[in-house]
């Protein structure tokens, strides 16, 4: 993602963009947009997406790095966790709690500067699991 491109969001910006404030994959749907129904804050996005401003865009882009780079640091602290203490190091035990927190306060704050409703997977970060009995 280079921070110099003040053209529209790309696809790519558009997936993190999506999954980063709680929506699922759109895919490639039947062509005819009824799959928005089901998410009411969907379209709105989308629409956000499309239309924002050059500065806009830059603010966007700052975010879409932030979010990328705290997420990929919440796997990487899983490498301490079989270590509690080593020398004079101690391990944070509650660091990858802590990282998801961080990732998730940043995503709260990225949907708020969109001005849109966060999606159904915001505060999960997974879809809601249903037992059928």
């Not at 749907?29 to 998410?39: A, K, L, M, V």
């Not at 924002?52 to 899983?78: F, K, Q």
Request: hydrophobic fraction near 40%; charged fraction near 20%; glycine fraction near 8%.
């Amino acid at each position: 993602m280079s921070s110099s491109n003040t053209g529209p969001l790309v696809d790519s910006e558009k997936v993190d963009t999506r999954r980063f404030c709680g929506y699922p994959a759109y895919g490639l749907g039947p062509g005819d947009d009824s799959f928005q129904r089901f998410f009411v804050g969907y379209e709105h996005l989308e629409y956000r997406q499309a239309n924002l401003t050059t500065a806009e865009l830059a603010v966007a882009r700052n975010y879409l790095a932030t979010l990328n780079t705290l997420e990929a640091a919440i796997p990487g602290a899983a490498a301490n966790l079989d270590t509690d203490k080593a020398s004079v190091w101690t391990h944070n035990k509650q660091e990858v709690r802590d990282r998801t927190l961080l990732f998730d306060d940043w995503r709260r704050r990225y949907v708020a500067f969109l001005g849109v409703q966060p999606g159904p997977y915001m505060n999960a970060g997974a879809p809601p699991v249903r037992l059928i009995v």
